[in-house]
């Protein structure tokens, strides 16, 4: 899709956020009365690693003791979670397809509360049969081992939001954390080819965890917008794996979002046992004061981080939009930081065809 395309579904999608069908003081309204955790807004978070858990500590989605399952979602009043598939630092290819069947077992087993959602489309319908959505992402293509071609087969299991890397440098890009640092270095010739092959596919791409110029190598390179699915402001915390200013303002350039990590080693340098939620909605308030409250989101990073006091699952999530509000946010801004955003991006990369995208008018705010 064409960079001019892009800027037509964006405008699109802009001028459908005028029409708030489903607004945070509607939903006031309907849990007036409610202890104050009620549900205000919709919710679609980016990122969490409850797939790798299912795998490695056999974990059910339906219920379970992690930060992510069905019943956690549904208090937490969710459109959808991006279920990210994360293999281990040299992991292969035949553990990417475990994670795979893993999904794909959960989707089958539940889907009388869940479904796959591949595009803006598929998620109406979903949410529309009462039903949550599940996003599929990869996050870092290390398993794929140089394999361009192998995204294609993401793409027919999928995937739709490609993670190009994780701590390690890998054949397609720079890792922003790599132990060495000069291994901190932008795309590969395969990378570009990746992120040619996204753009052509539909699939959106994640600078999540990659190097510095990965990120401005990507912003030059995609004619899509891009994301950070789960990363944090450097200009509040220091660290390798934040985001700068620079690179905060090459993503909503783009049109894209980053999704606000709840990970506390990224959200702050204070001893991880006395951070609490309140970091999370300063880094949402910082970016929204370098973006722009259009290209900031959720990304919570759920059941592979160590979440802050007072926001440990997605059963109580709805108790951000609640200090957003509280912190001076309108009620259009909060439902974008917490869904409408990240449902602009999704939408308008995987069916980016004007026709596709009206039925964003009844669910963006």
Known sequence: MGKANVTGLLALAAALVAVQVLSTAALAKKTKGKPAIAPVTRVIDLHCDTVYQGVEKKWD?????????????????????????????????????????????????????????????????????????????????TPLSGDTEKIRVLYSWGVRILGLTWWHSNEFTGSSTDPDVEERTGLSEKGREAVRLANELGMVIDVSHSSDQTVRDVAELSQDPFIASHSCARGLSDHDRNLSDELLGLVAASGGVVGVNFHVGFLSQDPPETVTRKAVVEHILYMVKVMGPAHVALG??????????????????????????????????????????????????????????????TALP
């Open 61 to 141: 989605l339906k219920k379970n003791k992690g930060a992510v399952d069905i019943a956690k979602m549904k208090k937490g009043n969710y459109l959808a979670q991006t279920f990210a598939m994360w293999t281990p630092t040299k992991g292969s290819y035949k553990y990417l397809e475990k994670l795979h069947a893993q999904f794909e077992m959960w989707m089958t087993s539940y889907g009388e509360d869940i479904g796959m959602a591949r595009n803006g489309a598929e998620l109406e319908a979903l949410d529309e049969q009462g039903k949550l959505g599940a996003i599929l992402s990869i996050e870092g293509l």
């Open 300 to 361: 919570s990073d759920f059941d592979g981080a160590h979440p802050p006091v007072g926001l440990k699952t997605a059963a109580v999530i709805q108790l951000v939009a609640h200090d957003l509000l509280s912190r001076g946010l309108t009620s259009a801004e909060v439902d974008g930081i917490m869904y409408g955003n990240a449902l602009r991006v999704f939408a308008a990369v995987t069916a980016p065809d004007e026709t596709q995208l009206a039925w964003l008018v």
